[in-house]
């Protein structure tokens, strides 16, 4: 999955497996001529008094792809064209109810994964 900006129309296009899917007119971020940060991510949402629901699978990032919710592959793109990875200095995880979701960047894991963020949790009474 990818978002990138055509550079002749200054649209934003969401890209699955190499198709284009659709995307955001430029007129609707006239503040985003360029960025200072990238962020991935995931959130819940619950009813006042609710129980948090179940982020992902359900379970904590353990490094395994079929457990908690996973990006692969994640990349930036910058103003020249020319495509990289974050680095390990340059992220910083952020969970604001680690009994219930947590986070983990494990960084370039070989082949096909490249670089791997995952995040989820089981939910529950997050105090939120």
Known sequence: ????????????????????????????????????????????????????????????????????CYFRSATIEDDSGDIYGPKSNQIVSYS???????VHFFGHQGGDAGIVLQFGGPGGSCGT
């Open 1 to 68: 999955m990818s978002i990138t900006r055509d550079p002749h129309t200054k649209n934003w296009w969401l890209t699955v497996g190499g198709k284009n899917i659709g995307y955001y007119p430029a007129k609707l971020f006239s503040n985003l001529d360029s960025a200072s940060i990238v962020g991935w991510g995931g959130r819940t949402r619950a009813n006042v008094g609710d129980t948090s629901p179940e982020m992902g699978s359900g379970h904590f990032p353990d490094g395994k792809s079929s457990h908690a």
């Open 96 to 102: 604001d109810a680690t009994n219930c979701y947590d």
